[in-house]
């Protein structure tokens, strides 16, 4: 069966060809209120679009993006999110030949023969890289959302050709010097070493592949659905969607296979605000398929553009003879550069999905809407979720207090006590809240509490009529 929709409840379907119409794509799940626009979605679109130097095609296509449901006054209604762009830079008369010929490296003679010849072979079809573009507007979304949670997701690319980059220590100085190159690397003296490889190739009428790397920041402990839906699972089904990819490691990847078990654990260890961190980082920031609250760090290998206008060796599907292909047409001497906006894309829809399936999102994301009414309806509903989540704490504390009168021990726990307040001042510290704000309120929500359960034990020992 078919199958051109990925994610449970953050849940994208996307359609379109090369040299068809339109390549879009259909976003569900996504929670209403979250701030969006076209404008946010073309910024990451304008990312992947090619011509812009000589390291890519020459197919210059504007790929504007419209939206036609799901937004109103620049917020998320709740409802499916359609977004589309046009393919308009298209020359089809390139590809008749290879109706017959298939071009070594391309879907040309499986899809032919899974498709019994009426795949659109025009511009590779569905097969594209140009399908693409729509993993690239659900990732706009995803990523707007996850921002909502102080999440990132940074890829770039790490080697090409051989060449290898070095990445630098601190994320702001990688998204910079990223952004400096046409090969979107974060290492500008070997970003001057792949070009000169790509160009190289290029004019051998060659190509070359490489490895795009990425990052995830922010991800909370115990992210992943075990057992067939951990974290390094997802991932990878969805980056082998994108055409050209033929690996994925994590972490130190391969290199594990090399290393002793003294050399590859992560040693535990507090941070300066209380958080368990690793020393190191070979585990890629997952065990089990979970999260460890580390950056998740993977890089994914691409091949060689397939499309290279040396000639080939292929077949005649109709006289079913031996013969030869020079392939025409404009095509990207490494895909690689291109791919880096298309890995981060992907990976984002993957981690909002898993995200929204542990419970970290509702049906509502509070933007920042510049409206009196809008603010005080949001300090509102916000007040009387507080109150439910204070209603469960006094439930869980009336079995405590029961259970404690039953054993004759202490109500209070001044230790437990502490602690709990230290971590509520850590916990305050990573997600922006005054560290005198959360002590405060723990600290009147311990003293409410406790008056609570010595209530509950007074109501226990006092004599049922009868």
């Known amino acids: ?86 393919n308009k830079n298209v020359r089809s008369e390139d590809y008749e030949e290879f109706i017959l010929k298939p071009r070594p490296g391309h879907a040309d003679l499986t899809a032919y023969i899974k498709y019994s010849g009426f795949n659109d072979y025009r511009g590779g079809g569905q097969f594209s890289g140009r399908i693409t573009a729509s993993f690239v507007m659900a990732g706009a979304v995803a990523k707007q959302l996850l921002a909502t949670k102080r999440i990132q997701v940074l890829a770039y690319t790490y080697q090409i050709a051989g060449e290898t980059a070095r990445i630098p220590g601190q994320l702001e100085e990688i998204k910079i010097n990223r952004d400096k190159n046409p090969v979107y690397s974060p290492d500008g003296e070997a970003a001057e070493k792949m070009i000169k490889k790509i160009l190289d190739a290029k004019s051998e009428g060659d190509s070359v592949g490489g490895v ?43 290199k594990a296979a090399l290393m002793k078990g003294s050399e590859h654990n992560d040693w535990f260890k507090y941070d ?61 001497p490494c895909i ?15 981690i909002a999905d898993l995200l929204m399936q ?13 409206d009196l009414k809008y603010q005080r309806n949001m300090i ?39 602690t709990l307040i230290s971590e509520a001042v850590a916990y305050a510290k990573r997600i922006g809240l005054p560290e005198e704000y959360a002590a405060s309120l723990v600290r009147e929500l311990i003293k409410l509490t406790v008056k609570f359960e010595e209530e509950t034990v007074k109501k226990s020992l006092e004599p049922s009529g009868g």
């Open 272 to 332: 300066e605000s209380g958080r368990i961190i690793t020393e190191t980082n070979n585990s890629g920031g997952v065990l089990g398929g979970l999260t460890t609250g580390m950056p998740v760090i993977f890089n994914v290998a691409f091949k060689p553009t397939s499309s290279i206008t040396k000639e080939q060796k292929t077949v005649n599907l109709e006289s079913k003879t031996q013969t030869t292909i020079k392939i025409k047409g404009r095509h990207d």
């Open 212 to 254: 795009v790397q990425c990052m995830i920041i922010g991800l909370p402990p115990g992210v992943g659905e075990p057992v067939f839906s951990s974290i390094e699972s997802v991932i990878s089904k969805a980056v082998f969607s994108i055409p050209g990819v033929k690996g994925i490691e994590f972490g130190s990847g391969f």
């Open 380 to 418: 509102q509903e916000f007040t009387l979720r507080i109150l439910e989540l204070f209603k469960r704490r006094l439930d869980a504390a009336e079995v405590l207090a029961k259970i404690k009168a039953e054993r004759h021990t202490e109500l209070r726990d001044i230790e437990r006590e502490n």
């Open 1 to 86: 069966m078919p199958d051109n929709s990925l994610g449970k409840i953050f849940r994208i379907t996307v359609f379109g060809e090369s040299h068809g119409r339109v390549v879009g794509v259909v976003v569900d799940g996504v929670p209403a209120g979250l701030k969006l626009s076209e404008q946010i979605i073309q910024a990451e679109l304008d990312k992947r679009r090619p011509g812009f130097s000589d390291i890519s095609t020459t197919r210059l296509e504007e790929d504007k993006v419209q939206i036609y449901s799901g937004v109103l006054n620049g917020f998320t209604t709740g409802a499916p999110i359609c977004m589309m762009i046009e």
């Open 336 to 350: 690689v550069p291109r791919a880096v906006p298309v890995v981060e894309a992907i990976t984002a829809v993957v």
């Open 358 to 370: 542990a419970g970290y999102f509702g049906q509502t994301v509070y933007s920042d809407k510049k």
